[in-house]
């Protein structure tokens, strides 16, 4: 598969394990994405990009390089572009993302107004093109699709050349739990416009109710997979090509590389309907 059409999928560290416990399995596994999420919950301990020394970073990154993994870093939730200490936490998880060589920085989209938020974004912008950065914004559940739309129409308006480093970071089971597209995720998706740059994915399910997380496979679309057929055709006829996280670390861990096997078909039955199309 070219690189230019290439879907990474990979997965996520868990604030109740070592980070290099999720990231040592996706090196075993053969994983070609991973993200790493320095942040914690009620429930247990967390870690932060600070507990992470040189050495460490300087390993992740050879790792990735020699497997070729991409590399993302979800910014801790204190992270806020809009006040001084979310500005520092965000700074320190900009610079492990650096460090280890990842491609993406994905930060929560706040829940205030477009232009508002818009402004902070562009002043990020600078500094991680710098760097070779990415930055991802992710929809959380109160974030209408049109919301998004207006963000990115703002971001092209005020400047267009830093508006190039930053793109949505598309949240399926946030999608399905906004209260517009309710267990209609696709439904959120083709709500937003073509001019939207979708540049990272988290895969997660849940019923509608609330945030669970549930493992690909393992909920409804488990139980029907055409949603997930639908998002996959959908992505390749936005031709993306970025990293597809599954936000999980779950027990058995094998859950992980079931989902990216079939995941992976897929994707590679709608890349292939796609290139009989373009061909006919």
Not at 221 to 243: D, F, V
């Amino acid at each position: 598969m070219a690189e230019s059409s290439r879907i990474h999928i990979g997965n996520q560290t868990a604030f109740y394990v070592a980070p290099l416990q999720p990231f040592a399995f996706a090196v075993e596994q053969g994983f070609d994405a991973f993200e790493f999420f320095p942040d914690g919950s009620a429930e247990g301990p967390s870690w932060a990009t600070a507990d992470v020394p040189p050495e460490i970073r300087a390993f992740i990154r050879e790792q990735a390089k020699r497997r070729d993994i991409r590399l993302s870093v979800h910014a801790s939730l204190a992270a806020d572009p809009m006040t001084a200490s979310g500005l520092r936490v965000l700074a320190r998880d900009v610079a492990f993302a650096r460090d280890i060589g990842a491609q993406v920085v994905n930060l929560h989209l706040a829940p205030v107004e477009p232009q508002v938020f818009g402004r902070a974004v562009l002043l990020l912008a600078a500094p991680l093109q710098a760097v070779g950065l990415q930055l991802s914004l992710e929809n959380i559940i109160a974030t209408a699709p049109e919301d998004i739309n207006a963000l990115f129409a703002d971001l092209r308006a005020r400047d267009q050349v830093r508006a190039r480093s930053v793109g949505l970071c598309l949240d399926i089971g946030h999608a399905n739990l906004f209260e517009g597209t309710r267990n209609d995720y696709l439904g959120y998706l083709d709500r937003l416009s073509d001019r939207v740059p979708i540049v990272h994915v988290h895969l997660h399910e849940n019923r509608g109710d609330h945030d669970s997380h549930m493992m690909l496979f393992t909920g409804p679309a488990g139980e029907n997979p055409l949603g997930i057929e639908g998002l996959a055709r959908r992505l390749i006829e936005r031709s993306y090509s970025g990293s597809i996280i599954f936000e999980q670390w779950p027990r058995p861990s094998s859950l992980l590389s079931m989902a990216r096997n079939r995941l992976r078909a897929i994707i590679e039955v709608a890349q292939s309907a796609k290139g009989n199309k373009t061909r006919a």
